[in-house]
């Protein structure tokens, strides 16, 4: 798993974070002047001073990073949740549902082992907005939205469960404003059931092939959603999915690895970082 640190050379939002909280100016750059005020807040705080900001600075600003990993049925039925929860693994998305008929198999194993033993879960939706049974955006939509509601409403949605998902990673290739349309649809479809707004997974490669080209009012819609970026490819200094992202001022979950090793899951399993203090608003009232 990911060290989950902040030290001098880092870049990007998460390092802004650490310096508002600081109270120093903001510019997104951990350097010498990061670096002094940290050691002082951690010699104010009886900290150790070594100017990296680790778990327990983080947890003493308010702003703790949260490790998390996403399964479905690739990760097999076999997961040791006692061993999970035994590592720094906080939280789990679950895979529900895929299209208007598929339902992942072994998910309600996997909700009730996760639950069980005290980890945070949630359930995902893999849409399938290129499955157009209707020609109509709104009609495929509400029916894959359905079809995941009355999945995970079968697993319990709990009030702290954390928010619905919606992956976006495929779509009608030759139709920006279709797949927009699609995703905006399903998302008020179940706001509409449960009350909240689902995060928004996707990666830049998919959002650049399915969504790029859609009116810009639709993607600036979907902005108003969490959003959970998929980006493996980072420079060592830069901590988060990277600064373009399309349309949204700051991620809220980076997934930045499909090989991690966690105890009690057979073989590799996709790894992610939740932004500093984001937990409660990805969570359900």
């Not at 002082?40 to 998390?68: I, R």
């Not at 035994?86 to 299209?99: A, L, R």
């Not at 105890?263 to 996709?270: L, N």
Request: aromatic share 10%; net charge positive.
């Amino acid at each position: 798993m990911h060290n989950y640190i902040l030290r001098k050379g880092n870049k990007g939002q998460e390092v802004k974070r650490l310096q508002s909280n600081l109270k120093i100016t903001a510019d997104s750059n951990f350097g010498p002047k990061t670096e002094k005020a940290v050691k002082e807040y951690q010699k104010d705080n009886s900290l150790s001073v070594d100017g990296v900001v680790g778990s327990q600075t983080l947890c003493s600003l308010g702003t703790e990073v949260l490790h998390g990993i996403d399964v479905s049925a690739w990760n097999g039925r076999n997961i040791d949740w006692k061993k999970v929860s035994k590592t720094n693994v906080k939280y789990c998305w679950i895979k529900v549902t895929e299209g208007q008929t598929h339902v992942n198999r072994g998910h309600a194993d996997k909700f009730k082992g996760a639950r069980d033993n005290g980890l945070i879960v949630g359930g995902y939706h893999f849409g399938r907005s290129d499955h157009n049974r209707y020609d109509d955006p709104l009609v495929d939509a509400v029916k894959e939205a359905h079809h995941f509601l009355k999945n995970i409403k079968k697993v319990g949605v709990h009030s702290g469960d954390l928010l619905p998902v919606l992956d976006v990673e495929a779509g009608m290739k030759t139709d920006d404003q279709y797949n927009a349309e699609w995703t905006l649809k399903w998302l008020e479809e179940v706001e509409k059931e449960l009350g909240v707004r689902s995060v928004v997974y996707s990666a830049k490669w998919a959002w650049g092939l399915y969504l790029a080209k859609a009116n810009k009012n639709d993607l600036k819609a979907l902005t108003q959603y969490p959003i959970w970026w998929a980006n493996y490819i980072r420079k060592t200094h830069k901590v988060g999915p990277g600064s373009k992202l399309r349309g949204w001022k700051e991620w809220d979950i980076w997934q930045y690895g499909s090989k991690g090793v966690v105890s009690g899951i057979p073989g590799k399993v996709d790894v992610n970082w939740m932004a500093g203090g984001q937990l409660p608003k990805l969570r359900m009232p």
